[in-house]
């Protein structure tokens, strides 16, 4: 099976150069910095990498108008698997027509700004309300009605990022192969527990599903498609 990439040259189209632009626009917000844009290939699959440096980056994310980045602490830190597994995983997303990729930005942003807002105000508002003389019970009440709102947007956000990225990592493991999907992501989760403070792991885990159960409904899928 031929994998690899190389990098882009030559004039582009305008939608292209649209693209691009668009791009850059997009990841600078999250203090990223455009490297290039290469050609990557795995089998049959080939789709223009926008590929970015800067800690805050994602590893790889598919845009809202389908176009796929990829940091390049990919390439420089992690195996050919890692880095065939995130295109592919994007390249999942992609199959996707773009509308559904804007109506999720659209539904899973306020969501996880909702989510934060009431996590900071839950743990805030009682000291604050404590300092400013009001008593335990009131300070209690505050804290459990926040604590309500972010359990509720929470599972909203589960509910709307999980089922996209299970159909994202099912495109994976049936390109890659099983044994390799789950090389790619014990690698990942090695390099995850030493750059990862406790709120990155936490909107990790409510935006991605464990491994685990991927891997249990893509069983149970292809189990139950081949049956007589």
């Not at 582009?12 to 050609?39: D, H, M, N, P």
């Not at 845009?63 to 995130?86: G, L, Q, R």
């Not at 599972?155 to 890659?176: G, H, M, N, Q």
Request: glycine letters at 6%.
């Amino acid at each position: 099976m031929i994998c690899g990439w190389v990098l882009k040259k030559g004039r582009f189209s305008f939608l292209e150069k649209f693209i691009e632009k668009l791009t850059i626009i997009f990841v600078s917000f999250r203090g990223g910095s455009y490297r290039g844009k290469i050609l990557y290939r795995y089998g049959d699959y080939c789709k223009d990498v926008y590929v970015f440096q800067g800690d805050d980056v994602p590893y790889g994310q598919a845009t809202p108008w389908n176009a796929i980045i990829m940091s390049d602490h990919i390439f420089k830190n992690f195996s050919k698997n890692v880095a065939d597994y995130v295109f592919l995983h994007e390249y999942g997303h992609t199959n996707l027509h773009f509308l559904l990729r804007i109506l999720f930005y659209a539904a899973i942003v306020p969501l996880l700004i909702l989510f934060i807002g009431s996590v900071v105000t839950l743990l805030l508002a009682p000291v604050i309300l404590l300092a400013m003389g009001a008593d335990l019970h009131a300070s209690m009440s505050i804290f459990l009605y926040f604590s309500s709102f972010a359990v509720v947007f929470a599972l909203t956000v589960v509910l709307v990022s999980w089922p996209c990225e299970i159909l994202a990592d099912f495109f994976a493991i049936k390109t890659l192969g099983r044994e390799r999907y789950l090389e790619a992501i014990s690698e990942i989760r090695k390099m995850k527990r030493k750059e990862r403070d406790v709120l990155h792991k936490l909107l990790i885990r409510l935006l991605y599903p464990p491994y685990q159960i991927v891997l249990l409904l893509y069983d149970l899928r292809y189990l139950w498609m081949r049956k007589p």
